[in-house]
């Protein structure tokens, strides 16, 4: 299986070298802010495999938008720093009046080769309309411990929002096709808006595949704050788990709640509400999830098949109301343990509580 698909690989490389015509018009784009040691290598790279490659300045204090242009690129200069998200969204905006397809998506600091372009185009080809993610979860050692379990409690939730498992949530090297992208009203900035994507696509109906790339993380100049880009997933994840919850919990047969006239994008047109709305939302979980979990229960025999979504899985509501419970008990062994080890004490329950509480859900889906 492993020879067949390089094999394939290498056709598809030799294929895009000579400059034959592939089924879909695809470009690059990179979201780049401060990034002028590594951005020129990142665009050089990525042309061997695209015509073009649409850089995103940020509002860069450094020589990022002059070495991307010298390296090929095409620049986009944005004044004042807007953050990935909406950067992203300009990018988006490009390709689609440019006539492009589909976009591949990359980040500016190096940590994710170019070479792997290629594999991305290759699923592209089988399934056109699917948005393909890398993921870097198979190298658990190489990825900072803190961030890997971040990681994988967010795909717990992201991917019940996303009705299917998507094995590494938080990667931005990605292929979306631009008409899928067209579908979905786009209303957070930063961080959250890969979230927001990938949450969308999938509970309005799109698939999203996995591929796997290597896990590059090195001396490069990360923008992620750790505490509140984190925070701010989280409350966006949760607000839109609550509102699909109330849907289908009254609906039968609804595992999809996603459209961009429903609720949740209706309170998400308008920042201010959207904030405000977050923020009283999110500690209902607490008592929300115990009342989706007796709505689940009790209501079936009148709304038949309410909870679509959740009853596919093998898990039915209580391992997600479980899960919901064990979020501040997470923070708490977090805390203890990095007091601990500053004292030299080495405690490491926390992997095994977060394995265990937020197991996969889905068997069947694997990355290529
Ligand atoms: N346009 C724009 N892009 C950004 C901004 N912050 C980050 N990026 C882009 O997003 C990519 C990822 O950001 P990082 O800060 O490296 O975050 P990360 O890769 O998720 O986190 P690390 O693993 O810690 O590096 C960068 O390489 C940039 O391409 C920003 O404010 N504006
Ligand atoms: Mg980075």
Redesign the pocket.
Known sequence: MAAVYSEAKAAVEILIREGAQLASKICVI????N?SETIGQVVRGALKYVPLVIV?D?GSTDHTAKFAAEAGGEVILIEK?R??GH?LKMLFQRAIDKGYDAVISM???L?HDPEKIPNFIQIHNIHPNDIIVGSRMHEKEKIPRA?YNSMHVARFYVSLAANQFIEDT?C?FRLYPLSLIKKILLTTDR?VTETEILMKAGDGGGFIRSVRIETI?GN?N???RPIMDVAAITAYVISYLMIKWLIEGVCSNRPYSYSPNNIRDLIGRHKIIDRLFQAIIVPTIFPGSVLFLIEYIFFSPIIKNNFASIRRLNSGFFKITLATYMLPVLVMIAIIEKSCSAVGVKLRFLDRIIKMFYPHLWKEKEST
């Open positions: 990179i979201p780049a802010y990034a995103a940020d720093n953050g990935k950067a980040d500016a600091d940590q961030r938080q931005g961080y993380y490069y990360s923008h992620f």
